[in-house]
């Protein structure tokens, strides 16, 4: 495999035209358009995402911004981005828990995640002897995961998802055909194309793809098949755009940092909350007509006391936060007729900070939180503990 150009950058870094990218590949990481990246005179400011993109050139990875005040260790940070997907739980996020597992692999993270579901898709296409581990099952040496065409079955005998008599391909299946068009769309070689064409020709035809996938309902029925249907879920999840104009192809996988920062809180609150208290994320209200308010997280114990709680992944300026925090807190603070609104901020430093004041009209206070995602060189997982010491100060009762 060609060896690509690796650069690591943070969210929001600026990359320029000469000195960190030749035309070619500024043009193709233009190509992923707002919010992902912003153009600037001959160069581009990245947006508030995370992960990996490739180009012909190029192997770009990204990593959350607040790690930028620590030296650039590469297998530190993707070690801590590991354990912050893998802490947060969420299960459109589950897939990525391996991502930073595979730093002994040779060459570019999306090509490796690409070989590895062909090489698992030729397991299944085989049949039950590649599974059971038995003679015919197993690899020579020069094994490097292609697809042998010759020992394709037809998709009569495809084992085990499809029968003669079957009309609609079952739902297993339709997920790797799905898979293969998302793989066939993106900018491959010619020669890996045309392989993945090949075999998507001797497949059934897929019912069109639902915006939403419920992947329980696309899951294998032999647990054997669990890895192919992992890297499938992996490559439909739908978190990451992808591109292909011309010449300049681009492959990309992308989480965005808001949403995975409310993740983290949620489930560092989850961890520690009082059986006898509830915890109500995206917690709803009618406002106006058909719209409604939504806070992040509201905490109420056993006696009907509330917190409410807003999530915002940017960093204090002057230890001040915006009036339109402010008033977003306010307002919510009174309507859920809470004793304290809390702004909980990513610290930039890793130094946990705290102030409050009341307001003005004497209905409950704002109290400003700076937490710490990472305590000494690892992801701060105890959190939760901190924040239900707090409430427990403040008003809440066990």
């Not at 912003?38 to 012909?56: A, D, I």
């Not at 997907?85 to 690409?114: F, I, N, T, V």
């Not at 005998?157 to 068009?181: D, G």
């Amino acid at each position: 495999m060609s060896s690509k150009k690796q650069i690591q950058i943070f969210e929001q870094d600026r990359l320029y035209l000469g000195a960190d990218l030749s035309s070619d590949e500024l043009q193709s990481l233009l190509q992923l358009g707002s919010p992902y990246v912003f153009p600037l005179h001959q160069g581009l400011r990245w947006g508030n995402f995370v992960g990996l993109v490739e180009t012909e050139q190029l192997c770009l990875e990204i990593l959350p911004k607040l790690e930028k005040a620590q030296t650039k260790n590469q297998k530190e940070h993707r070690q801590i981005l590991q354990d912050l997907l893998a802490y947060s739980q969420a299960e459109e996020l589950a897939h990525w828990q391996s991502w930073a597992k595979q730093a002994s692999e040779k060459g570019p993270w999306l090509s490796h995640y690409r070989q590895k579901f062909l090489a698992e898709l030729e397991k299944f296409w085989q049949g039950p002897q590649e599974y059971q581990g038995g003679r015919q099952g197993r690899r020579s040496k020069n094994w490097k995961g292609q697809i042998h065409f010759s020992k394709l079955q037809p998709p009569a005998k495809l084992w085990p998802y499809m029968r003669q008599s079957s009309k609609r391909p079952q739902p297993f299946l339709q997920l790797l055909v799905w898979t293969l068009k998302e793989l066939a769309a993106q900018g491959l070689s010619p020669k890996e194309k045309w392989q993945l064409e090949n075999i998507l020709a001797q497949l059934p035809a897929a019912p069109a793809r639902p915006r939403r996938i419920l992947w329980a309902a696309y899951a294998p029925t032999n647990p054997k098949a669990q890895l192919l249907f992992e890297l499938a879920r992996l490559l439909l999840s739908g978190l990451r755009p992808s591109a292909q104009k011309g010449p300049n192809w681009l492959w990309s996988f992308l989480l965005p940092m808001p949403p995975l920062f409310e993740q983290y809180l949620a489930a560092s609150l989850s961890a520690i909350c009082p059986k006898n208290w509830k915890l109500s994320f995206q917690a709803e209200k009618p406002f106006w007509k058909s719209r409604k308010l939504r806070a992040d997280c509201c905490w109420e114990d056993a006696h009907g006391r509330r917190i409410l709680m807003e999530f915002k992944w940017k960093l204090l300026e002057q230890g001040l936060p915006s009036e339109q925090d402010l008033r977003q807190i306010y307002s919510y603070q009174q309507e859920w007729e809470a004793e304290e609104g809390w702004l909980i901020y990513p610290a930039a430093l890793g130094r946990a900070k705290m102030s409050s004041a009341p307001f003005a009209s004497g209905k409950g206070r704002a109290r400003l939180l700076e937490v710490p995602l990472v305590q000494n060189g690892q992801l701060n997982k105890q959190l939760g503990e901190s924040l239900l010491l707090l409430a427990l100060q403040n008003g809440l009762k066990l």
